[in-house]
């Protein structure tokens, strides 16, 4: 084990100490298109059972064994680069997309890439850390009420802010008819830990992720919607089958609790559920199936560690009354935030699999699954050195990427024969095609709280 992680290390830093090599113009489609042959690691990290070395704050899970999936030959394509710090991506009937800016605009952009200018009439939003306007999806009846759903971070007065969950009827070049329909309580200081994502199930209820603000040990009180996954109608009313808690003064409309900071979620294909990935601290970043009135254990029960000590955090990596994680990544945080289960028949070998975008990470992330378990872990566009902020799938079956620098890209098969310019090349004789990108960008005041 030690031998096959010292070999993967070594292949990870003689990728990163090859130069770029200049990006092409290529095809009548006139876009920039960047060639990489994606390398694949089997990071396999475990699963439901502690795996790791308790006193050593550097120790990793035991791998699980991983299939057989070929390395796949990329291509991404940017479809724009005129965005400003996106943050979410949604598709609408007629093949454009809106994406919402953290600064707070919400703006359209064409499936041939022009984008619009701010869309009027959105709420003002905290825009500051990891506050501002977060994720955007379509009504399920959108092409008959054209109503969009979307989260952002609410000015509360006195330096205190909130997520909050918004709706509005989108215009050509306006938003109209907002009414906020949900907020997180209570309202508190700092711009750290807002989550947040939405995903209406199949039966039309919405999801909302909210983080713990900072503030973990409110993940684990009920009278608060810190750390919560919340299920609601499209009206912001509670479902009367929501689960029942026994702690009294509980919120109405929690679903799952214990949770830090989830910026991902998606409903699993297969089986209907929420899956959502997660922030930890220094390691222990965590994906999640979500099931009712489960505690999936933060900040009691965690991979993570302390920042800087690397000292163990809680009481353990599991325990009886806790939802173990299906997928957790140790020593090292990836910062796993936007994440789409892949349907599409555009790339073989992936369908199936969880597509999660890293921050810290700077890679795109394959999860192959087996029912509700992951099998194996391969890792994409490393090379690019970019923070893939959220990912979506297309109507034409290609995977979509935000990036934090400002780029909208399409995921595509690679096409002809691939030149390797010197790239490393792994012991299973995986190699990398390195391009020239510009680099991406931080927010002011980003730490290790705020990736």
């Known amino acids: 084990m030690k031998a096959q992680m010292k070999a993967q290390m070594k292949v990870v830093m003689q990728a990163r100490k090859q130069g770029p090599t200049p990006s092409r113009r ?18 396999g990290c475990g699963g439901s059972g502690s795996g790791a070395d308790a006193d050593n704050p550097l120790a990793t899970v035991a791998p699980r064994a991983a299939p057989a999936v ?28 809106l994406v919402t800016e953290k600064a707070g605009s919400l703006r359209r952009v064409s499936a041939t890439g022009q984008v619009s200018a701010p869309l009027a009439g959105m709420p003002a939003v905290a825009a500051a850390g990891q506050g501002g306007l977060l994720d955007v999806v379509p009504s399920p009846d959108f092409a008959t009420n054209r109503t969009i759903f979307f989260t952002f ?3 509360a007065g006195n330096g205190n802010s909130r997520t909050a969950v918004g709706r509005a009827e989108l215009g050509d070049t306006a938003v109209t008819n907002l009414t906020i329909i949900h907020r997180q309580t209570p309202a508190r200081p700092g711009p750290i830990h807002f989550g947040s994502r939405l995903v209406f199930d199949r039966a039309g209820y919405l999801f909302v992720t909210l983080g713990d603000r900072g503030e973990g040990d409110r993940a684990q009180d009920l009278s608060t919607t ?3 996954v919340v299920r609601i109608f499209a009206d912001g009313s509670i479902p009367p089958d929501n689960p029942a808690f026994a702690q009294a003064g509980t919120v ?5 609790y214990g949770h830090r900071n989830p910026q991902g979620a998606a409903l699993n294909p297969a089986s209907g559920e929420l899956w959502i990935s997660e922030h930890g601290p220094q390691g222990g970043d965590e ?5 009712a009135g489960r505690n999936y254990g933060w900040p009691r029960i965690t991979h993570g560690r302390d920042y800087g000590s690397g000292l163990p955090l809680g009481e353990g990596t599991t325990a009886p009354d806790v939802e173990p994680s299906l997928h957790y990544w140790v020593p090292v945080s990836v910062a796993p935030a936007g994440m789409a289960f892949y349907t599409g028949d555009k790339l073989a070998g992936w369908q199936g699999s969880l597509l999660v975008g890293t921050l810290a ?9 087996q029912g509700d378990s992951v099998t194996g872990e391969n890792r994409h566009l490393q090379s690019f050195g970019e923070r893939f902020r959220d990912v979506r799938q297309g109507p034409d079956g290609y995977p979509y990427l935000l990036t934090d620098s400002g780029r909208l890209l399409r995921v595509v098969p690679q096409e002809g024969p691939l030149r390797i310019d010197g790239g490393p090349t792994g012991t299973a004789g995986d190699t990398w095609r390195h391009v020239r990108l510009p680099g991406a960008t931080k927010y002011p005041g980003e730490g290790p709280l705020d990736r």
């Open 26 to 43: 290529v095809g009548a489609r006139a876009v920039r298109r960047v060639l990489l042959l994606a390398t694949v690691l089997f990071a």
């Open 70 to 97: 070929p390395p796949v030959a990329v291509t991404v394509e940017e479809v724009t680069a005129q965005l400003s710090n996106p943050w979410s991506l949604a598709f609408l009937p007629d093949g454009s997309m």
């Open 153 to 155: 971070a609410e000015p």
């Open 226 to 228: 810190q750390g919560k």
């Open 252 to 256: 109405p409309g929690i679903w799952s």
């Open 287 to 291: 994906i999640n199936r979500i099931l």
């Open 361 to 369: 990470g700077r890679m795109l992330v394959q999860l192959t699954l």
